[in-house]
């Protein structure tokens, strides 16, 4: 065997429960106001809905009295939610404030509660993962959504993880700018933020943000992009994704460019569908993508 051959390893192990913190689960605009839905985030069933304030809620999904899915046919009443079945109604807060045929309510029953926030154009849950149990719910990242007009999505049979390597990855950012990366530096590390620089060559650097693990903002000269990542069951992910054109003015037309961008997203997508995790990688952008993993890794804050 040359010196030079060694056996990668190539696993899943480490995946599964990876991302934590503000994960994005739907798009705002398409969450009216009284309206219920049931969704899925790291294989929990989870109702979402929208009080008549405006403000997302969410709780697990099973009503505490027999059980029924709350997202299938619940009822919006001001700010709580109201069960199908036998109209058992819940707050926000995951306690019972109504059942129809009875004078009293359950205060001894209740249904754990997931805080949710709106941002960028799509809704967030938090959710804590395995961390400090000490510590309370961070603030939701905020997003410009000036100029965002519509919201896409891609299901994937992959982890998330991979596909927020698609954009610390200097590599595939070439895809979106036509060139081959220089250089690649961690610009800022925070418990909520890893920002990362790439440059190319004249033209001007390319920065990633990357909010509580799961969202991913590309700034371009030209253009941002928000990429959303929600794993919805183990193996499987959502991804939300929106382009924003903010200079037309540099020469591009505006919809050509942003075709092009979505086209790039198409491809660091078809990509992640069809990875491996190895656990270390080389090359380029190698230690910019162990510094993100060993970030994302890290125990997070809770507030249960």
């Given at each position: 065997?040359?010196?030079?051959?060694?056996?990668?390893?190539?696993?899943?192990?480490?995946?599964?429960?990876?991302?934590?913190?503000?994960?994005?689960?739907?798009?705002?605009?398409?969450?009216?106001?009284?309206?219920?839905?049931?969704?899925?985030?790291?294989?929990?069933?989870?109702?979402?809905?929208?009080?008549?304030?405006?403000q997302p809620h969410a709780l697990n999904a099973y009503c505490a009295h027999l059980g029924h899915h709350l997202g299938y046919l619940g009822r919006v009443c001001g700010e709580d939610?109201?069960?199908?079945?036998?109209?058992?109604?819940?707050?926000?807060?995951?306690?019972?404030?109504?059942?129809?045929?009875?004078?009293?309510?359950?205060?001894?029953?209740?249904?754990?509660?997931?805080?949710?926030?709106?941002?960028?154009?799509?809704?967030?849950?938090?959710?804590?993962?395995?961390?400090?149990?000490?510590?309370?719910?961070?603030?939701?990242?905020?997003?410009?959504?000036?100029?965002?007009?519509?919201?896409?999505?891609?299901?994937?049979?992959?982890?998330?993880?991979?596909?927020?390597?698609?954009?610390?990855?200097?590599?595939?950012?070439?895809?979106?700018?036509?060139?081959?990366?220089?250089?690649?530096?961690?610009?800022?590390?925070?418990?909520?933020?890893?920002?990362?620089?790439?440059?190319?060559?004249?033209?001007?650097?390319?920065?990633?943000?990357?909010?509580?693990?799961?969202?991913?903002?590309?700034?371009?000269?030209?253009?941002?992009?928000?990429?959303?990542?929600?794993?919805?069951?183990?193996?499987?992910?959502?991804?939300?994704?929106?382009?924003?054109?903010?200079?037309?003015?540099?020469?591009?037309?505006?919809?050509?460019?942003?075709?092009?961008?979505?086209?790039?997203?198409?491809?660091?997508?078809?990509?992640?569908?069809?990875?491996?995790?190895?656990?270390?990688?080389?090359?380029?952008?190698?230690?910019?993508?162990?510094?993100?993993?060993?970030?994302?890794?890290?125990?997070?804050?809770?507030?249960?």
């Open positions: 065997m040359d010196a030079d051959t060694q056996t990668v390893a190539v696993s899943d192990e480490g995946l599964g429960e990876s991302l934590y913190g503000w994960l994005p689960v739907a798009v705002s605009a398409e969450l009216e106001r009284g309206k219920a839905i049931p969704i899925r985030v790291h294989g929990r069933e989870v109702v979402l809905w929208r009080g008549e304030s405006g939610v109201r069960c199908f079945y036998h109209g058992w109604t819940w707050s926000p807060e995951g306690t019972n404030t109504d059942v129809p045929y009875d004078r009293r309510v359950y205060k001894g029953r209740r249904i754990s509660r997931w805080a949710a926030a709106d941002g960028g154009g799509l809704i967030y849950l938090w959710y804590p993962g395995n961390g400090d149990k000490s510590k309370q719910v961070r603030s939701a990242p905020e997003f410009d959504t000036a100029g965002v007009d519509c919201v896409d999505h891609s299901d994937l049979a992959t982890d998330p993880r991979l596909v927020i390597e698609q954009f610390v990855d200097p590599m595939t950012l070439g895809y979106f700018v036509g060139d081959q990366p220089l250089t690649s530096t961690v610009m800022s590390v925070t418990e909520s933020t890893v920002v990362i620089q790439h440059t190319f060559g004249a033209r001007p650097p390319v920065a990633v943000e990357i909010h509580d693990s799961a969202t991913v903002v590309v700034r371009d000269a030209r253009w941002n992009l928000l990429v959303g990542v929600c794993p919805i069951a183990a193996g499987n992910t959502r991804v939300w994704s929106t382009v924003t054109v903010t200079t037309p003015s540099l020469g591009a037309d505006t919809g050509q460019l942003r075709r092009d961008i979505e086209a790039a997203l198409d491809r660091a997508l078809d990509v992640a569908a069809r990875m491996a995790y190895v656990q270390h990688p080389q090359g380029v952008g190698a230690e910019i993508i162990e510094t993100y993993r060993r970030w994302v890794a890290r125990p997070r804050e809770t507030a249960e």
